[in-house]
Nanobody
Framework: QVLLVESGGGLVQAGGSLRVSCTAS????????VGWFRQAPGKEREFVGV????????YYADSAKGRFTISRDNARNTVYLQMNSLKPEDTAVYYC????????????????WGQGTQVTVSS
C-alpha cells in the first residue's frame, strides 16, 4: 500500500477551473495506477478518471471527458486532476486512490485511498 494525500480543493464559480493534487509516499509510486473518484452528499462514490503508471494512458468517465485532465509526475510522486469548465454538479469530495499496475474504474479494486478534498462549485 501507499499513503496518499490530496490537496488543492476549494470553492470556485461555475465555469471556473481548479487543480487538485494527490501526493504519495513510497519509493515504488511509479508501479501504481492512480484513479480519481468523487462523492457528493447522499450519493455513491463515482469514478472520475484514471492514469496508468507512466502517464501514457488515461481513461475518463463521460461526465469528465473534455473538461478534466489527469497527469502525473513520478519524480514528485504526484498525480494531478485539472478540472475546467466546472459545473455545480461537480461539487463533491474528491478522492485519489492507488492500485498496482492495472487500470480500473471500480473503487473496490483500489487498495489505498487518500482522505479526500472538498470541491464546491457555486452557480
Amino acid at each position: 500500500q501507499v499513503l496518499l494525500v490530496e490537496s488543492g480543493g476549494g470553492l470556485v464559480q461555475a465555469g471556473g477551473s481548479l487543480r487538485v493534487s494527490c501526493t504519495a509516499s513510497g519509493r515504488t509510486f511509479r508501479e501504481y495506477v492512480v484513479g480519481w473518484f468523487r462523492q457528493a452528499p447522499g450519493k455513491e462514490r463515482e469514478f472520475v478518471g484514471v492514469i496508468n503508471w507512466d502517464g501514457s494512458d488515461t481513461y475518463y468517465a463521460d461526465s469528465a471527458k473534455g473538461r478534466f485532465t489527469i497527469s502525473r509526475d513520478n519524480a514528485r510522486n504526484t498525480v494531478y486532476l485539472q478540472m475546467n469548465s466546472l459545473k455545480p454538479e461537480d461539487t463533491a469530495v474528491y478522492y485519489c486512490a492507488a492500485r498496482s499496475w492495472v487500470i480500473s474504474a471500480k473503487p473496490n479494486e483500489y487498495d489505498s485511498w487518500g482522505q479526500g478534498t472538498q470541491v464546491t462549485v457555486s452557480s
